[in-house]
């Protein structure tokens, strides 16, 4: 199983999806991959999360197909149950630290603040999830946080945009960033994978 960081490594965005119907999941990775973005991040916000996670992984063995919105040991040992070869969180607690630690799922936790980024450290993750990247300061958040915590790398999530996504690949302490617009529920509703698959193709570009 790959580690977190050659998870984030693979790609310069990590697709963010949330999906209502799993019999699409495996048309939805497919277009993905072939645009060039093989990691791919199924939110636990429907109901067809689970199953979606089971049939992307099934079809497509060169997706690297993770689960978000993971926020609990329950959840976490049901999405590596599902097939998911990493997971994340918006956050991070002390029963889930146990749980990633137990599971033995790479963890993306998530952080928004200094304590925060410290708290994860002493629990041995140096690979995190800026959320919410926008709201949280944004690109002069995510380098302030850069001369205190060197050894830090992030993948900032939430409000990021095609227009914004290179200004936070440009920073020394950004892997990647996660977003929402490369596969958008009306496109996934709408099996529109054509558009998926160039949307994919044109954040793959962005350079890190």
């Not at 089971?54 to 040992?77: C, S």
């Not at 440009?170 to 529109?192: F, Q």
């Amino acid at each position: 199983m790959r580690s977190i960081d050659e998870t984030m490594r693979r790609a310069p965005v990590i697709p963010v999806v949330s999906i209502g119907d799993a019999e699409g999941a495996p048309a939805l990775a497919a277009a993905l991959v072939a645009g060039g973005l093989p990691v791919i991040e199924i939110t636990l916000r429907t109901p067809a999360a689970l199953p979606a996670i089971e049939a992307a992984a099934k079809a497509q063995p060169d997706a690297v197909v993770g689960a978000g919105t993971v926020t609990n040991a329950e959840e976490l040992e049901q999405v590596r149950a599902a097939g998911a070869q990493f997971a994340v969180s918006p956050g991070l607690t002390e029963s889930l630290i146990a749980a990633s630690r137990d599971v033995g799922l790479p963890l993306l936790p998530g952080v928004a603040t200094a304590s925060e980024a410290m708290r994860a450290m002493e629990a041995g993750f140096d690979r995190l999830k800026f959320f919410p990247a926008e709201s949280a300061g944004g690109p002069a958040g995510l380098k302030g946080l850069g001369g205190p915590f060197p050894a830090l790398c992030f993948c900032p999530t939430g409000g990021v945009t095609p227009e914004n996504a290179a200004t936070y690949l440009a920073l020394d302490n950004v892997v990647c960033v996660g977003g929402s617009w490369v596969a958008p529920r009306a496109l996934i509703d709408a099996g529109d994978w054509a558009a998926i698959e160039r949307r994919a193709r044109a954040a793959s570009a962005l350079s890190v």
